[in-house]
């Protein structure tokens, strides 16, 4: 029996409290201008954007190993409900609204965004999970394609010309507090029953099916919840940068969170998080690493900078090829691995 | 009546095209169950290749053995570099799980396009008017130009050289033995390693004269041009059943056929590029391996 199973059930809910009252404290020093660059600001806001959109694909591609390619179109649905709920029916402007007034209504829309995304994923994952393999991925890519065109064609939300305007009401903390809450739904998730029958549809199909798992059921509902934590990922992303496009949100977006998760490493949580870290940073790196090199006096022929995407693909394939199964090879961070590394390490030298 | 005819045509000829890029992707999924995502992007390098040798050509590229070269500059680029990414993106993760070949693909493509975008510039260049466009035939209501019959005729010509490759040659009796099993095929002595190889350089071929063919048609490139076209003829080898030849052949037309004809109509126009997806979703709920594929036999 894995120990992990014993572990005290309050410790499973009580620190992401801790990271909230962190969040809640930490709050107003880095959203502050002067003290905190906004530069490193939007990085940090969309790295843990990014952080709520792997770990939720992760819950679907690497516990329950359905290939879903559509995560941006659930993403879609989340930011343009949102946005279309707070643009319509909020109707004080954002500064003059006290701390709790603004909060209620973040979580008002992070709320129905959920539901939303949560919906479509039902509607998409009833009949599309029958398939398996590729075809699910090429069907789960089309529903996204036919949300982002269907956008497109509604006027109500700006059409083709995208929806501006939005009250900015994603703080630091708001992300953070999304993404400490996908990240422990995800890990405790996996030490319930739940998980574990997701783990078993992974492994085989028809054994899980035949030792009486409702295989069905289950993909669904992790596919659901999947879905809904990715429309809470786009209602913080329309309230963070004001104006959504249709566009923003096609297939390379979900292909980009496909990369992410992979990276860390498929089926490990604290892989998707290093991965949307690392795919985040990457290519702003590269865009500072001239400066970095200059005043190392390490001269170049050419600027980095003008070749980040050719690199960033570069160390891409790179990566794949000397780790096939990413950064985490689905290993997980926790204290107990830590413990073990430790202890290994100090046999290690005692050897 | 009349118009809807002239539609199925110009759909026919769109569809075509489809189909070679779909042949690409249905042939390397069936010897290596790899969704190769970089395959639109070869369709792209296949349009610039065909650019730059009749930018070199100048006013020879409009002859007949111009043409010619500029077709086979493509065909041969594309097929090289098929081979090429082929052996230095994919095989060394042959043996490792079947997404980080995927993830190795997507990587290749982001290469392709943003390399594309330095090397060629990211402008969208008019692509030089190699066939001039012309009126040829009246059929009944329907008009056809030369560059509609070009492209059927070369459509056709590629995928009956294509049957008879794989069915009366002993290459392709090798690929269709490694697309079945290749563990076994390798045991019977086959080479797989080459026979992959000369998948992907047909593939890409494929690709490379879809990329020439399309370019004189609607001509403008430019580096992300392989994008779409790449997402719709995967959809269109899924719609057929992945892994089957027919099957993309059939469904590269049929998706061809259904996107001109809503782009045609005046309520759904701009469902335009839905409208694949939409085809797809429909037949794969319907039919969860696509309308030629076989279900594997699952073994318990």
Redesign the interface.
Known sequence: MPRNTRKSSAWRWLWPLAVLALLWVANPVISDRDRFSPYLLQIVMLSGINIVLSVSLNVVNGFAGQ?SLGHAGFMAVGAYTSAYFTMSVMHTPLRLMSAGEQAAWMVGALILSGLAAGFCGWLVGM??L???G??L???T???G??IR??I??IDQIGGPRGLSGISPLTSFFWVGAVAALTIALSRNLLDSTHGKALLAVREDE??AE?LGVDTTGYKVTAFVLSSALAGMAGCLFAHYLVYIHPDSFW??RS?EI??MV??GG?GSTTGAVLGAVIITLLPEVLRNADVLLADAHIPLPFLLK??R??I???L??LL??VR??GIMGGAELSWKSLRRLFRRQSEGARA | MEELLQQIFIGIVRGGVYALIALGYTMV?GVLRL?N?AHGDVYMMGAFFAYYTALKLGVKAATLPGQLTVMAAAMVGCAVLGVVIERL?YK??RK??R??A???A??????LE??G??VFGPNTQPFPEIVPVRQVARLGSITVTNQQVLILVSCLGLMLLLQFFVHRTKMGKAMRAVSYDRDAASLMGINTDSVISVTFAIGSALAGAAGVLLAIYDPTIDPLMG?LPG?KA??AA?LGG?GSIPGAMFGGLFLGMAETLVAGSKLFS??R??I???V??IV??VK???IFGTGAV?K?
Do not use: C, H, W
């Open positions: 290939f009949p599309s029958r398939l398996r590729d075809y991925a090429i069907v890519l089309g529903f394609e036919i065109i269907l497109r064609n028809v054994a035949s297939f390379v292909i496909i990369v992979i990276v498929l003008d070749y995407m050719v960033y693909s570069l891409l394939i794949m090829l096939p199964k | 999924y969704i995502f993106a060394p993760v490792a799980p997404l980080t995927l993830i190795t997507i990587g290749v493509s982001l290469l943003n390399g975008q330095i994008l997402l995967f959809a899924v992945i701009s469902y590029d839905a694949a997806f939409a797809l979703v794969l709920l969860p391996t696509g699952e318990v």
